[in-house]
């Protein structure tokens, strides 16, 4: 009856070490900075959010300057994040956003559907560091009726 007692005791442990392993594949939240390049280079403030195990929200609110065109933009994903090795994820995911734009005489809204597709890495320290590439597909016939191929660095404070 002891070993008994010993083994599922054990299983309870070793059970409980892998959930709380898995549950640390990504932080409950995250700030910093996104930099990259569609249609000129820019940066984003993002968010990230988790809501679960392996699914989070992330939102960019973003600055891109090309060609004499300024644009803002917000965008929202939702990402599935999975494990690569030890610290290592990689993640995609799908979303959707809008912005505005301003070219000189020419001032308007736009609408975009993105997906994402990236790599990061979770240091010992409260930093994450991302590599991603995020295809947008915009909708405006004056500014971005066309699909944007955008490739960008992140770095992320965890909290």
């Known amino acids: 009856m002891k070993k008994i007692i010993i083994a599922v005791f054990a299983l309870f442990t070793i059970s409980a070490a892998t959930t709380a392993l898995q549950a640390q594949i990504i932080a409950k939240n995250a700030l910093g900075v996104r930099l990259g390049d569609n249609d000129g280079f820019g940066g984003e403030i993002s968010y990230q959010t988790s ?10 609110l973003g600055w891109r300057d090309s060609h004499n065109v300024e644009a803002f933009k917000l965008v929202g994903l939702y990402q599935w994040v ?78």
């Open 51 to 60: 809501l679960s195990n392996s699914n989070r929200l992330e939102f960019d």
């Open 82 to 159: 999975m494990p690569i090795e030890d610290r290592f994820n990689w993640y995609v995911g799908l979303g959707a956003g809008v912005g505005s734009f301003n070219a000189g005489n020419n001032d308007g809204a736009f609408a975009l559907i993105a997906g994402d597709l990236g790599i990061e890495y979770n240091f010992k320290i409260p930093l994450l560091i991302s590599l991603d590439f995020r295809p947008e597909l915009g909708f405006n016939d004056n500014y971005r009726d066309d699909l944007g191929l955008d490739i960008a660095l992140g770095l992320r404070y965890q909290f």
